[in-house]
Nanobody, 126 residues
Framework: QVQLGESGGGLVQAGGSLRLSCTASGRTISSGAMAWFRQAPGKEREFVAAISRSGGTTSYPDSVKGRFTISRDNAKNTVYLQMSSLKPEDTALYYC???????????????????WGQGTQVTVSS
């Protein structure tokens, strides 16, 4: 069993930056892929970033590519999401997710992820 806890969300002006953290407990995250998703009110949960077990492979949708960076520190059991050049449309509840069984590569489908955190709110004002 893995428990995930996100932190780092908040209110920021457009063009600003935030760094989200996701710390795992109960089981090491180094066993598989990790990802970030987000969900705005009235919308479906959407993929934001994913990172492979080793950290050597990352994936992003076009909407955040070049602005967001996912990274991980397996020794600290933590995954990060560095967000820059934030836009009002980035406003959402951001979730961390884990897929312990994926030993290589990444997946972008939210249905593939087994463990989820409670989310941290990111609000970008214009």
């Amino acid at each position: 069993q893995v428990q995930l806890g996100e932190s780092g969300g908040g209110l920021v002006q457009a063009g600003g930056s935030l760094r989200l953290s996701c710390t795992a407990s109960g089981r090491t995250i180094s066993s598989g892929a990790m990802a970030w998703f987000r969900q705005a009110p009235g919308k479906e949960r959407e993929f934001v970033a994913a990172i492979s077990r080793s950290g050597g492979t990352t994936s992003y949708p076009d909407s955040v590519k070049g602005r967001f960076t996912i990274s991980r520190d397996n020794a600290k059991n933590t995954v990060y999401l560095q967000m820059s050049s934030l836009k009002p449309e980035d406003t959402a509840l951001y979730y961390c997710a884990a897929k312990p069984s994926l030993l290589a590569g990444t997946v972008t489908d939210k249905n593939e992820y087994v463990y989820w955190g409670q989310g941290t709110q990111v609000t970008v004002s214009s």
